[in-house]
């Protein structure tokens, strides 16, 4: 593995000791009115850059390819008086550090150009996504999550007429594929408000005997532990009241941008922190059919990004790929009968093997999120 070290300028060094500390010769200092200054790396191979800001403002530095605008590296935090590695496999090509500080308006600045000569492959630049390139998908989820709460209030609707006439059989019946209605809009849950807690908030805040507690959770607690119908039914009226009032002011909501790109991770994450624990049942044994709802959320997320991941992302085949790993598995423990195998009772191979699959799903999906974070190009 070749070595390659930085050399600071004596711009750098200068600033640095204006602000106190050492000047260290693989130092590359950023400040507002300068972006890195004049720095080299001996050759191909890994490096350490340590990025300093000398500034009293925090900001943004990029690691980019000055030709195709793609990004090497990237520190988004970049503090105020910190000193921040950056890691990268320098290949031969051409690199430039760019800034952008948090002042009024913000301080955006190009640094020099360096080459590094050769034919040795290194860390790939990744082409930035536009932000308008990812309008439509944001205006398609938000017609996916328009369609899914139109399904959603006919379902508890329908769930809801069970419990008003004491048929809990029924009930349980209708129970589960409301809740998955629900849970197959997972990237819509922080443009829901109040409402998201009010409709599947777990009782860990407040305590399963809380009148405080709502929603589908303490609907399936009530209705697998015998409590009776006139207790369920202000429970389930309440439900159906809540999904109303989601469905009457969606339109007026707005699913963030940023967030297509973090729920095709945070969804599985979730999944695999509440429902294949088992510490989302309460009652009813489907947490794994909620993970299933939750991998269809994933795929529909997928399928609106993948115009912008294709070209940009190699690893997308191998998210597929355990998806459906995780999926075939699932599937596995839905009985003939139409029952789910709880996860309390796995047998501990398969609950291993589920683990394992959603485990590496979501390291295939890790670099998503940055991949698709918006930029203005």
Avoid at 241 to 270: C, F, M, Y
Wanted: proline share 7%; with cysteine; aromatic share 8%.
């Amino acid at each position: 593995m070749a070595a390659a070290s930085a050399v600071a300028t004596l711009a750098v060094a200068a600033a640095l000791a204006a602000c106190g500390g050492t000047p260290h010769p693989d130092v590359i200092t950023m400040t507002t009115t300068g972006c890195g200054g004049t720095w080299h790396v001996n050759g191909p191979g890994w490096h350490t850059f340590q990025l300093r800001n000398a500034d009293t403002v925090g900001g943004e530095v990029d690691l980019v390819d000055p030709v195709t605008g793609g990004i090497y590296d990237e520190i988004a935090g970049f503090g105020p008086q910190t000193t921040t590695p950056m890691a990268l496999n320098v290949g031969s090509g051409e690199y430039a550090f760019t800034c952008g500080f948090q002042t009024n308006p913000e301080t955006i600045m190009d640094g020099p150009t360096i080459i590094v000569p050769g034919h040795v492959a290194g860390t790939p630049a990744q082409l930035p996504v536009p932000y308008n390139d990812l309008v439509r998908p944001a205006k398609a989820y938000e017609d996916y999550v328009t369609a899914g709460l139109t399904t959603l209030l006919g379902l508890v609707t329908t769930l809801n007429g069970d419990v008003a006439r004491g048929d809990l059989a029924a009930a349980r019946r209708d129970w589960l594929p409301a809740h998955l209605e629900y849970q197959r809009l997972g990237a819509a849950y922080d443009a829901f408000g109040d409402f998201d807690g009010e409709i599947d908030g777990r009782a860990d805040a407040v305590g399963v005997t809380s009148p405080k507690w709502t929603g589908f959770y303490r609907l399936e607690d009530g209705l697998w532990h015998g409590q009776p119908a006139s207790e369920l039914k202000p429970v389930a009226g309440r439900l159906t009241s809540d999904v109303k009032g989601l469905r009457a002011t969606w339109p007026q909501q707005q699913v963030q941008i940023l967030d297509l790109g973090l729920r095709t991770h945070e969804i599985l994450e979730n999944a695999l922190q509440f429902q294949l624990s088992g510490h989302d049942d309460y009652g009813s044994g489907t947490t794994l059919a909620t993970t299933l709802a939750n991998v269809d959320g994933t795929r529909e997320l997928l399928s609106l990004l993948r115009p912008s991941l294709a070209p940009r992302y190699a690893g997308l085949p191998a998210v597929y790929t355990w998806l459906d790993r995780l999926q075939a598995l699932l599937l596995a423990e839905h009985l003939s009968n139409g029952r789910w195998v709880s996860v309390s009772q796995l047998p501990p191979s398969a609950r291993q093997a589920i683990d394992a699959a959603c485990d590496q799903a979501l390291t295939e999906l890790a670099p998503i999120p940055t991949i698709t974070e918006p930029r203005n190009t």
